[in-house]
């Protein structure tokens, strides 16, 4: 760390912080100070140099050590290395600093930034900083809420069960209705599709020789008379070829 910077009284015995130390963590307040003068975009930055954010080895210290405003643009331009700039100004409430490294009067590098909000100091956190911790938050919440869900899914689950053993209970007192189960009966019908697929069809019968009537039998008499009545009805559906998987009602 570095020492203070001789000629500066009143951060004597103080320790400067060194560049890019996450000082996110505290705030800095001189209600002394705030009750003797008003805090304007003149005298925020002497206000500021009291806070343990300074860095004393700063352009801006420089300038003030010459008599010399510190946010003089036109001589901080002239300049390189370490300084502070004005960025907004809402007074009296809010005051933006910004702290920069400056290669040549056009080109700077943003380093930290801090903010004086009625009075008190802050330093604002990194951009990553802050989604860092957004995300987290969010994700606790939501391995919160996955929790809640999962541990109300198994009660809803467990009386699911108590519930279904009763109504077991119930439709086995009652004998004359009967439990239909639609997974079953779509697995048996998807067995007997694949195994009508896989039978040979069946052979058709022999031919009778050529000339050859066979005799007139009782039998044969009923069995006309019936194919006859056959004829006249509709034909019967076939449950399995009729009335396959491919016809019933989908659910």
Known sequence: MAAAAPGNPMMEGVVAQPPGT???GICFRDQLWLNSFVLDRNLVFDYFALSPFYDWTCNNEQLRMRSVHP???SQLSKMTG????LSEAMEPHLFVIRKQKRDSPDK???MLAYYVLDGSIYQAPQLCNVFAARIGRALYYIQKAFTTAASKLEKIGYAGSVDTE????LLESKTVKEAIDIKEVKRVDHILASLQRKLPPAPPPPAF???YVPPPTAETEKGTETQEATEAQAPTADPIIDQGPAKRMKF
């Open 22 to 24: 996450d000082m996110t």
């Open 71 to 73: 946010l003089d643009l």
């Open 82 to 85: 370490t300084e502070y700039m």
């Open 108 to 110: 700077v590098t943003p």
């Open 166 to 169: 009763n109504e077991t209970a």
């Open 209 to 211: 020789p050529e000339g």
